[in-house]
């Protein structure tokens, strides 16, 4: 069974850090490109950042540029998003999701993991 | 950036209902939309894809179409199951973008 497990979620203050780790099991992590998704509470759903199966390609949305960082362990089979310089409006629930196929970039998240919450507050 | 839209934000129905959702984006995305479903405290679930392409394990009460910058999902036959909120998502280009939701409650 493919599953994606988050940890590393918690309560930190503006400016601070944090770093999300994604355990992943049941499939080839190694072939899957990888994405980081979440969701404020109460909200919709925003994509935050992608890195493609060997970790050397990364994209973030502009919101998070600069601050969050996307990386992988593939022999750990773990994925990572480190989180510096967060805000209020950081505060969300984060996913990791595998992209759905393994040859190519297609953009559709499949499946998730059960996500981790991140709350920005002083 | 691809600006998704859905209407309507919220629909209240009964079991064996119809349901429609719709989804339009600003720009044409050739047939790159998917949908997902999540339910409360959940993570969203892909439901369809390529605009009207079932994910396996996926009821066929389920359905989408559309085109160009516009389209649908349908469930046929509401099931309890299936009151949830429902996002549709562009994957043509990046930044990948979703809709802000559709919750379909029981009326």
């Known amino acids: 069974e493919v599953q994606l497990v988050e940890s590393g979620g918690g309560l930190i203050q503006p400016g601070g850090s944090l770093r999300l780790s994604c355990a992943a099991s049941?499939?080839?992590?190694?072939?899957?490109?990888m994405h980081w998704v979440r969701q404020a509470p109460g909200k919709g759903l925003v994509w935050v950042s992608r890195?493609?199966?060997?970790?050397?390609?990364?994209n973030y949305a502009d919101s998070v540029k600069g601050r969050f960082t996307i990386s992988r362990d593939n022999a750990k089979n773990t994925l990572y998003l480190q989180l510096n310089s967060l805000k209020a409006e950081d505060t969300a629930v984060y996913y990791c999701a595998r992209d759905m196929y393994s040859d190519f970039w297609s953009g559709l998240f499949d499946p998730w993991g059960q996500g981790t919450l991140v709350t920005v507050s002083s | 950036d691809i600006q998704m839209t859905q209407s309507p934000s919220s629909l209240s129905a009964s079991v064996g209902d119809r349901v429609t959702i719709t989804c339009r984006a600003s720009q044409g995305i050739s047939l790159s939309l998917a949908w997902y479903q999540q339910n409360p405290g959940k993570a969203p679930k892909l439901l369809l894809y390529?605009?009207?392409r079932l994910e396996s394990g996926v009821p066929s009460r389920f359905s989408g179409s559309g085109s160009g910058t516009d389209y649908t999902l349908t469930i046929t036959s509401l099931q309890p199951e299936d009151f949830a909120t429902y996002y549709c998502?562009?994957?043509?280009?990046?930044?990948?973008?979703f809709g802000p939701g559709t919750k379909v409650d029981i009326k």
């Open positions: 049941g499939f080839t992590f190694s072939n899957y490109r």
């Open positions: 998502q562009q994957y043509y280009t990046l930044p990948l973008t």
């Open positions: 890195i493609n199966s060997d970790g050397i390609s990364t």
């Open positions: 390529a605009a009207s």
